[in-house]
């Protein structure tokens, strides 16, 4: 009877137009976010390689993303993260599986159950890898970098795990368009599957959408395959680029809708993005005024379908949970012919090819004369001439030397050998060089289920018919499980470079060039998928493999840090040094700068190096950090000769459109070195007033 009763109820409701109350949870679900912002000054951004891109400021704040799904009893959770970085690589999941582990034991949180991946922006501080590639652009190992990042995703994952409640999951699926476009049509046609797909990368959105039992949204969850890349290589601040100014652009939105909770969390995740570019118009254009305002395109287009997802009912998640977890040593790893299609082989000792130094031509070019994409050994001798004077050429742009210090470019020519197995990728460095490895051979590979959604792991850059063809593969063994929706997971557990189709690597375009593992990559990971699928489909568990390295304790080229902060005997941290002016109008910008201290000492975490205050009834309210899309925080040296250690921060901000009018000033906050003790100190500055018509 009392069944029947709310049930009625649950029907009046809907007829009168209300949103129904939930009459049983499926779920446990929890989202957290938190401040992975690294080193804002003084550290070489990770992306684009080129050592030039030091970090001068800030244009948003990087922040780990995190959501744990369990079902009701408990017997089982998962937690998923997307993090504005470039990559993850494997020290970082060890370093936060370390810190899980230390606080809820071995057995709640394990590397099975535990997925993180990255959005793959290319304007954030590198330097926090424990294997050699991702720290060249940074010149070294930045420890203060690796631990923000380790910690921040940790503390995400806290909170996500402290605020689970009980609720759905829904899910939705639609087209966007004019967003991503292939940025290497040549490799992507010489695949024969290309004509059974009507776009040339892919153009789906997945999303999920978390809701209490109370009804409040608690996050969305989506994934879209395209580059992060909307930034380019003369970019100095810190931004979290397209993928982070979409989260940040659905939060503030969702703050303002009553159906969702106070801490909502919205991830816009990556997926198949290795050739899917956001430069629609050209190279390097993605149809903005700048790039900043292509930065804004890309954004809004992917939160326009976000909301239009999030506005559809949506498929419910039954409770099956499940995740599969292996390491897989790849190098010599055998993969039997029904995934080659010509017998068995195994997967070559890694190897970065020539065309890898190149770069993308059309996301960004290295610019070394004598380079370009297709450099293979076919063309070599027609188009192109490897000799140790080109070789030394590109090398003396690339990083690895400054890096590694114990070798010559001759020398490196001399023990570069092409290999066989790669061909034919011409070898331009080997993964072991000298002693050192530029990426982990250990390639971590993790299947989650959630209800009939299959989230695949790829410890890579996947192209878009390589990611097609391996949510074909796992599709297929589990569709009859109750699989209907397999989405690829882009940048997870580790970075190893590319994985392209094995008719894309014969072209030896940037992507093949980067493919390290050689031809036959994408068929290993539709083999140990197939493996892990069936797995999962008959209640087995899969062997751990063998477990990597922890190379912590063997990073021998720091990053340098900070020696002191200096200013003249008459002057004073935060002193103003440009005011701003009296009045301001709507599109305007206004900007004021400070004696200040270094930025790394003290990365500010949760908290901001700017505001824009408001007056508001006398008293000074904080309107804007240097979070918000329409601020910079902006650090430069002082040049004079008179001041070695002196810097400048400048706050400056675009006036949006929606600014009320009032009055307003700029503050600064920051942290200065003494040379004498090392004690670091806090000070602040603040701009003269202003006010802002509308």
Request: overall charge negative; proline content about 3%.
């Amino acid at each position: 009877m009392k069944i029947i009763i709310i049930r009625c109820y649950a029907t009046f409701f809907i007829l009168l137009g209300y949103a129904p109350f939930v009459l049983s949870a499926d779920w446990l679900l929890g989202a957290g976010k938190f401040d992975i912002t690294g080193p804002a000054a003084d550290v070489g951004m990770v992306g684009y390689g080129e050592t030039s891109q030091t970090t001068k400021g800030i244009h948003s704040r990087l922040w780990s993303r995190a959501f744990v799904i369990a079902n009701t009893a408990d017997s089982q959770r998962l937690v998923f993260v997307s993090a504005d970085l470039q990559g993850i690589p494997q020290g970082v999941k060890q370093g936060v599986m370390a810190k899980l582990k230390s606080k809820y034991g071995d057995s709640r949180y394990t590397d099975s159950n535990v997925m993180l991946t990255a959005t793959h922006t290319h304007v954030g501080p590198g330097g926090y890898d424990h294997y050699v590639m991702l720290n060249m652009s940074a010149l070294g190992y930045a420890e203060d970098n690796y631990n923000a990042i380790v910690d921040g995703i940790y503390q995400s994952i806290v909170l996500a795990n402290n605020g689970l409640v009980e609720g759905d999951i829904f899910l939705e699926q639609g087209t966007l368009l004019d967003t991503s476009i292939n940025r290497n049509p040549e490799p992507y046609v010489q695949n024969p599957d290309a004509g059974d797909y009507q776009y040339d990368t892919n153009k789906t959105m997945t999303q999920l959408k978390l809701v209490s039992s109370n009804n409040d949204v608690l996050g969305i969850i989506n994934w879209f395959a395209v580059h992060n890349v909307s930034l380019g290589t003369s970019q100095r601040q810190l931004s979290s680029d397209h993928k982070g100014a979409a989260s940040y652009l659905f939060e503030q939105w969702a703050a303002s809708q009553v159906d969702t909770a106070g801490n909502f969390v919205a991830a816009f995740a990556n997926s198949n993005l290795g050739d899917a570019s956001p430069n629609i118009c050209g190279p390097g254009d993605g149809c903005g005024s700048s790039e900043y305002g292509s930065l804004t395109l890309a954004a809004e287009k992917q939160v326009g379908k976000a909301k239009s997802l999030y506005g559809a009912s949506g498929t419910k998640l039954s409770t099956d949970l499940g995740y599969r977890h292996q390491y897989i040593y790849f190098p010599g790893y055998s993969v039997a012919g029904e995934y080659t299609g010509v017998g068995q082989q195994n997967i070559c000792e890694g190897a970065v090819g020539w065309s890898f130094t190149a770069g993308s031509s059309w996301d960004g070019p290295s610019g070394i004369e004598g380079i370009f994409e297709g450099m293979s050994v076919e063309s070599e001798g027609t188009d192109w001439d490897r000799s140790e004077s080109l070789f030394e050429s590109v090398i003396g742009g690339f990083p690895l030397f400054g890096l590694m210090n114990a070798f010559s470019a001759a020398a490196v020519y001399e023990d570069t050998q092409d290999d066989p197995c790669q061909y034919p990728k011409p070898t331009f460095v080997e993964r072991k060089v000298l002693g050192q490895e530029l990426y982990t051979p250990y390639l971590p590979f993790q299947l989650f289920r959630i209800g009939s959604l299959a989230l695949v792991a790829a410890p890579s850059e996947m192209t878009t018919m390589a990611g097609r063809r391996l949510e074909a593969q796992v599709r297929s063994v589990m569709q009859d499980h109750g699989i209907s929706t397999v989405v690829i997971a882009g940048l997870a557990n580790a970075y190893t470079g590319y994985v392209t189709t094995h008719e894309e690597f014969d072209r030896q375009h940037y992507e093949g060039g980067h493919t390290i593992y050689g031809p036959n990559t994408l068929a290993a990971y539709q083999q140990i998928y197939t493996e892990m699928a069936h797995a999962m489909n008959n209640d087995l568990v899969v062997d751990a493999g063998p477990t990597p390295a922890d190379l912590s304790d063997d990073q021998v080229i720091p990053v340098i840090g900070v020696v002191y902060d200096d200013k003249r005997l008459w002057e004073s941290f935060g002193q103003v040094w440009n005011d701003v002016g009296n009045s301001y109008s709507v599109g305007d910008t206004v900007s004021a700068s400070f004696r200040s201290g270094h930025p790394r000492n003290d990365f500010r975490t949760g908290d901001t190096f700017i505001e824009v205050q408001r007056k508001v009834n006398g008293n000074w309210e904080t309107y804007l950090t240097d979070n918000d899309l329409d601020t910079r925080f902006i650090w430069t040296r002082d040049t004079s000769v008179d001041c070695l250690a002196c810097s400048f921060a400048e706050g400056r901000w675009v006036i949006g459109e929606d600014t009320p009018a009032g009055t307003y000033r700029i503050k600064h906050k920051g942290n200065w070195k003494s040379g004498w003790t090392g004690k670091i100190s806090s000070y602040s500055g603040k701009s003269s007033s202003f006010t802002v018509k509308n």
